[in-house]
């Protein structure tokens, strides 16, 4: 974490956002992980709000630039990841208290190369904390993990750009 920075607040939400996600890779309590995700997903979203409402409130050029990036955020392939997923999955568990992440074993289908003349098919669960796949949206079929990933680099190029701009 920077030490020299126009949006503390901001950054203390992400890093708060950076350690529920690592809580995430280990978690196999089925509870447990639902409600890391719910949290993971809202404090990325929170990012933004702390962003404008308290980092922009100590600074009138922190506001004005934290609202022109957000303009910037809600087009282009770049921004994809705060559009298609931090808001979407935010709004969706706010409003429905569902997710598009799935909780429980993941079944698997294999095909096998023919035997005899014959496909085989096989299918299997994956019961584990291996593979936690996005069952809709932009993102269908990612780990929700690597989401939250993206979303976090993203998140920190975003609040390295504002600095940058703010010097």
Known sequence: MR???SVPKARLVL????YVRDKLELETGHIEWRLNWVLAVV???????????????????????????YQSWKSGEKNAIFRDFIERERNTILKEYSSDVTEGPVPVMAYLQSHDGFDVVRQFLIEENLYRPMGSGAYEGEDGRTLLDEAIAWWAQQ?????????
Request: charged share 30%; aromatic share 2%; net charge negative.
């Open 43 to 69: 404090l990325l979203r929170v990012v933004g709000h702390v962003l404008d409402k308290v980092d922009g409130a100590n600074n009138v050029a922190t506001r004005t630039a934290a609202r022109d990036f």
């Open 159 to 167: 609040l390295d750009a504002i600095d940058e701009t703010l010097k």
């Open 15 to 18: 890093q708060d956002a950076m």
């Open 3 to 5: 030490t020299e920075t």
